[in-house]
């Protein structure tokens, strides 16, 4: 087994580990209400889901090249970015359109963590 990926696993285990500790004391405290924190959580599941369909479209362009089928899953990925943003504007009550915000943080980060994924691959 690698030492480099079980060093990455349980450095990513325990910032989970430490993020949801914080944001579960946060919300006990009611610093946080549930619609901020249901927010939270889709916008980092759309920023993941974006970031793993975006080795996708890679992937099949390489395969296909060609630009319109690109251009229509590019379209797609910004759905993936868009669609929950404009469901919060219209359902404040249940989600909350800062956490959605805040969850795209890791849009941010892609390029390096792309680019870390792509070099570590053929560590």
């Given amino acids: 087994m690698n030492l480099k990926k079980v060093k990455l696993f349980f450095l990513y ?48 362009f390489i395969i296909n090249l060609d630009p319109f089928f690109y251009s229509t899953l590019l379209i797609l990925k910004l759905g993936i970015y868009i669609v929950p943003f404009l469901i919060s504007l219209y359902l404040q009550n249940f989600i909350n359109p800062i956490g959605i915000i805040i969850g795209y943080n890791g849009i941010i980060f892609a390029p390096f963590i792309n680019g870390w994924i792509k070099v570590s691959r053929f560590l």
Avoid at 31 to 46: D, E, R, T
């Fill in 13 to 60: 285990l325990t910032t989970s580990i430490l993020v949801f500790f914080v944001l579960l004391t946060l919300l006990l405290l009611k610093k946080i209400n549930y619609p901020w924190l249901v927010g939270y959580f889709l916008g980092i599941a759309c920023c993941w889901s974006g970031f793993f369909y975006n080795q996708f479209i890679i992937r099949k």
